[in-house]
């Protein structure tokens, strides 16, 4: 059974920095891309960033890039999203994601809040 479990978020103010993480059971690590996708209220989901563990660059999205980091621990089979310069618009639930073929997998979220 597959299972992503997410953690580290919290409440920050503007300008900090939180670091997430996501262990994944159940999964050949080395094999997925790993995502991060965020969720505001009343607005869709969408991709933070995404690394594919076999090598390449890591993907961003245009609002987080040169401010979120992420990282691959193949050994833990554990992603990092590494978030500096936090904004307000920042606040959402983040999700870990993963596929491989017909196969979709989340994890429950973690909250992220971003207020002074």
């Avoid at 979120?68 to 936090?86: D, E, G, P, R």
Wanted: charged content about 15%; proline content about 3%.
């Amino acid at each position: 059974q597959v299972r992503l479990v997410e953690s580290g978020g919290g409440l920050v103010q503007p300008g900090g920095s939180l670091r997430l993480s996501c262990i994944a059971s159940g999964i050949t690590f080395s094999l997925y891309r790993m995502s991060w996708y965020r969720q505001a209220p009343g607005k869709e989901r969408e991709l933070v960033a995404s690394i594919l563990n076999t090598g390449g660059s890591p993907n961003y999205a245009d609002f987080v890039k040169g401010r979120f980091a992420i990282s691959t621990n193949s050994a833990k089979n554990t992603v990092h999203l590494q978030m500096n310069s936090l904004k307000p618009e920042d606040t959402a639930m983040y999700y870990c994601y993963t596929a491989r073929f017909d196969s979709t997998y989340w994890g429950q979220g973690t909250q992220v809040t971003v207020s002074s």
